[in-house]
T-cell receptor, first 114, second 115 residues
């Protein structure tokens, strides 16, 4: 069974600074998807970024980028130029190619200070 | 991506009663929907996979007789919590697989409080 591990329960960053959230996963599959989701206080799940395992290039979405290390089974999220609105809980998630349900890590609560 | 709604957004019920939560795909016909449960400050745990026209597939440890899932149409899945108890109080979230099967969209969630 696949597992997703987020080892940082809480992280903090100052506005305009950069922060990196860690995620590791375990799988025996070669093709899969990885995601980072943001859950603000409203609790609506918001997709931040997605990575296909067969793509070597790291995904980027504006201020958000990932460092995908397939061999190491690592998938970290870097947030650049942090903004107050980035404060939320962030979940790393895995999705098999064969199935479609997401498997989530325990989450990292990010606080942003001015 | 698909727009997903849930109703109600918050429900309070008495212990021993049943409550139904609806998940609707507003702009897409969804053959597959997922139900998650989230306790405060914890992660989302998959409860079951709901497939239109067939029985739901429950994750290990989830009581299928307590959490009844019905996916009778391509736009609606319902989760009924039967004989609810205070420990069932949680945040329930549904998600929908979009047409290309690459995108998963989430509903806004339903907060259930059992008194």
């Amino acid at each position: 069974a696949q597992t997703v591990t987020q080892s940082q329960p809480e992280m903090s960053v100052q506005e305009a600074e950069t922060v990196t959230l860690s995620c590791t996963y375990d799988t025996s599959e070669s093709d899969y998807y990885l995601f980072w989701y943001k859950q603000p206080p409203s609790r609506q799940m918001i997709l931040v970024i997605r990575q296909e395992a067969y793509k070597q290039q790291n995904a980027t979405e504006n201020r958000f980028s990932v460092n995908f290390q397939k061999a190491a089974k690592s998938f970290s999220l870097k947030i650049s130029d942090s903004q107050l609105g980035d404060a939320a809980m962030y979940f790393c998630a895995y999705r098999s190619q064969a199935g479609t349900a997401l498997i989530f890590g325990k989450g990292t609560t990010l606080s942003v200070s001015s | 991506g698909a727009v997903v709604s849930q109703h109600p957004s918050w429900v309070i019920c008495k212990s021993g009663t049943s409550v139904k939560i609806e998940c609707r795909s507003l702009d897409f016909q969804a053959t597959t929907m997922f139900w998650y449960r989230q306790f405060p400050k914890q992660s989302l745990m998959l409860m079951a996979t709901s497939n239109e026209g067939s029985k739901a597939t429950y994750e290990q440890g989830v009581e299928k007789d307590k959490f009844l899932i019905n996916h009778a149409s391509l736009t609606l899945s319902t989760l009924t919590v039967t004989s609810a108890h205070p420990e069932d109080s949680s945040f329930y979230i549904c998600s929908v697989v979009s047409g290309d099967r690459d995108s998963i969209n989430f509903g806004p969630g339903t907060r259930l409080t059992v008194t």
